[in-house]
T-cell receptor, first 115, second 111 residues
């Protein structure tokens, strides 16, 4: 199967600090990775699409300067939440697209709590 | 716009069949997916169906697709307590080929 990891799984930080979340495809190359955000008891909302070697494409309403995405290689994408605030507390999930059939494999998620 | 709707809750007894329903709006969707999310965890791809298929079976899982009505269902036979989770229906959509998710159906299995 295809495995996607995320690190860290949980992070608690103080308001105003920055947090970096890594998403890795462990056994396949992913030309496209997606970053989703999930609020409690809600569905996943796409934040941005990350293509290797190019700038990320952000969804409407997502601040690109606040959520910095870097897709440095075919197996790694990072999301940095800059100057985090309590309202940024959420569950962040990445997915990596494999193959022609748009199969997306999801990471286990990162729980961010901003105090 | 694209939208995916699901009922929010389903409760069944262990051993019964569970049927989770989903409706979608984008008739051009080529693939439709079912994902499972256990508490505090990421999403696990359960199965997917191509839009030119009516049915797909995979062990205890049966997916039915009614393209005319844009209705998708997931049937879990012989439901077990380990099947308790939130099940998300998703369609391929968006300009980036991302998935559009429903809000998820929380399946509770009673012993």
């Amino acid at each position: 199967g295809a495995v996607v990891s995320q690190h860290p799984s949980r992070v608690i930080c103080k308001s105003g600090t920055s947090v970096k979340i890594e998403c890795r495809s462990l056994d396949f190359q992913a030309t496209t990775m997606f970053w989703y955000r999930q609020f409690p008891k809600q569905s996943l909302m796409l934040m941005a699409t990350s293509n290797e070697g190019s700038k990320a494409t952000y969804e409407q309403g997502v601040e690109k300067d606040k959520f910095l995405i870097n897709h440095a290689s075919l197996t790694l994408s990072t999301l940095t939440v800059t100057s985090a605030h309590p309202e940024d507390s959420s569950f962040y999930i990445c997915s990596a697209r494999k193959g022609l059939y748009n199969e997306q494999f999801f990471g286990p998620g990162t729980r961010l709590t901003v105090l | 716009g694209e939208d995916v709707e699901q009922s929010l809750f389903l409760s069944v007894r262990e051993g019964d069949s569970s049927v989770i329903n989903c409706t979608y709006t984008d008739s051009s969707s080529t693939y439709l997916y079912w994902y499972k999310q256990e508490p505090g965890a990421g999403l696990q791809l359960l199965t997917y169906i191509f839009s030119n298929m009516d049915m797909k079976q995979d062990q205890r899982l049966t997916v039915l697709l009614n393209k005319k009505d844009k209705h998708l269902s997931l049937r879990i036979a012989d439901t077990q307590t380990g099947d308790s989770a939130i099940y998300f229906c998703a369609e391929r959509g968006g300009s980036q080929g991302n998935l559009i998710f429903g809000k998820g159906t929380k399946l509770s299995v009673k012993p």
